[in-house]
């Protein structure tokens, strides 16, 4: 019997996906903006710290999102009510943003007036990690009932974010979370990843966050090459 030829379908994908994120990229450069890709799983409070960081930052920059969901626009209204422009994006079903969808997201929120723009892409520690936005930086947030192992279960979402916020930090002494175990495995999945612990609903850490973020905006406006 004749071997079955096997397309590697899958990895052209992802190769046609990194060319359009890099060429996104250069176009943002251009442009002065800077994107941050903020991923987690539903309810660990992406949307709470993105009004805190709204909260934070408004003064100094101006800031655009996109609320990414298979459905409603609960968030993009709670973010909009920060005065921060915002728009909501409706997968169909996709569990994840690609560079296509991304681009049509911010040509459907407009640059013109925007610094920084933050996609909050669908909840999940799976495929968001898989696909690159086109994002200057990505970020994720990891809550404490979720509990320390994640970056053990979840390898590639820690692997390609350059900063974790922990958040819920408030919690901690009612949940089985260890903090050094929790950085403990992040570092091994990432070296380079910072590690920010935070609680967005008393807003404990989010000068940190504020800091690094307002820093890494800062550096790629001043960059002179990609």
Aim: hydrophobic share 40%; aromatic share 6%; net charge negative.
């Amino acid at each position: 019997m004749d071997k079955v030829k096997v397309l590697e379908i899958k990895q052209s994908v992802f190769a046609s996906n990194d060319r359009e994120a890099d060429a996104m990229r250069h176009a943002l450069k251009e442009k002065g903006v800077f994107l941050l890709n903020l991923m987690s799983s539903p309810g660990s409070g992406k949307t709470t710290t993105l009004r805190r960081t709204i909260e934070a930052l408004k003064d100094e920059l101006r800031i655009g999102v996109m609320e990414a969901d298979i459905d409603s626009d609960v968030d993009a209204k709670a973010i909009a009510e920060t005065g921060a422009k915002a728009i909501q994006l409706h997968t169909g079903g996709m569990c994840h943003l690609d560079a296509g969808m991304t681009r049509q997201g911010l040509e459907g929120l407009g640059l013109e007036d925007v610094d920084l723009a933050i996609l909050e892409n669908v909840g999940n520690l799976v495929c968001p990690a898989e696909f690159d936005t086109g994002a200057v930086k990505n970020a994720m947030i990891l809550s404490v009932p979720e509990g320390h192992d994640k970056p053990l279960k979840y390898p590639l979402m820690f692997t390609v974010c350059d900063v974790v916020l922990v958040n819920k930090i408030d919690v901690m002494p009612y949940f089985d979370f260890d903090m050094e175990k929790c950085r403990e495995y992040v570092l091994m999945r990432n070296p380079n990843a910072k590690i920010i612990p935070i609680c967005a609903r008393t807003g404990e850490g989010i000068d940190q966050w504020a800091d690094w973020l307002r820093a890494e905006v800062a550096a790629w406006k001043n960059k002179d090459t990609m």
